[in-house]
């Protein structure tokens, strides 16, 4: 297995990412709920019916190396609020990208989101001598999506806070930001991505 697909519990204070499991499974359902996820347009969220079989899949994913996903846990409940993942992993390269996210809506817009990243950041870059990582959230231009864009001053921000406290090394990685614009509702169907590197 990749170094940066081994499973690892990495915690904070506001959020607590473990390595996902099958016994995920009913705490995920209930969380996909909370806003009905499935329906949102803009990116892609399990049915509760297909939970099992994403479930499966990522950890189908983190067996050939490519993927290390992680069961979000709220400090607070104890219980699973959402996903993300060390994605489209190539060990080589020691590149290494973080997305496939998602949270239950009642914690959305919360530090939890804003912790995450940073201790998915530190991780790859102190512990597994990454060279590159990469965000690939999804950035819309259409009104009914402006809540999912509200994360981006908390991206930099974070990017920020990890520049100052990751392990110096002799050779800096680059953190990439890789955002995927969607176009307006009566726009054209194209889609355009815009990517900015910062050396940290």
């Known amino acids: 297995m990749s170094r940066f697909a081994a499973p690892v519990t990495l915690s904070g204070q506001h959020v607590t990412l473990v390595p996902l499991a099958t016994t995920h499974h009913d705490a995920l359902v209930q969380a996909v709920h909370d806003g009905d996820l499935w ?11 297909a939970m099992a079989a994403e479930i499966q899949r990522r950890l189908e994913l983190q067996a050939t190396g490519s993927m290390c996903p992680f069961a979000v846990i709220s400090p607070v409940t104890q219980q699973a609020v959402g996903m993300t ?8 390269n020691r590149r290494v ?9 009642s914690v959305q817009r919360t530090p939890m989101n804003t912790e995450a990243k940073h201790l998915l950041l530190a991780h790859a870059l102190n512990n597994s001598t990454a060279s590159q ?37 002799p050779r800096a ?21 815009w990517t900015t590197s910062s050396h940290v």
Request: hydrophobic fraction near 35%.
């Open 39 to 49: 329906n949102h347009w803009y990116t892609h969220i399990p049915r509760p019916e």
């Open 85 to 92: 993942t060390y994605m489209n992993i190539d060990a080589t």
């Open 97 to 105: 990208e973080i997305g496939s996210t998602w949270y239950r809506q």
């Open 133 to 169: 990582l990469s965000f690939v959230p999804i950035f819309s231009t259409r009104p009914v999506a402006a809540q999912s864009n509200a994360w981006v001053p908390s991206l930099t921000a974070c990017c920020a806070a990890t520049r100052s406290t990751s392990t110096p090394r």
């Open 173 to 193: 990685p680059c953190v990439t930001p890789v955002f995927t614009a969607l176009p307006p509702a009566n726009g054209p169907m194209s889609k355009r991505i």
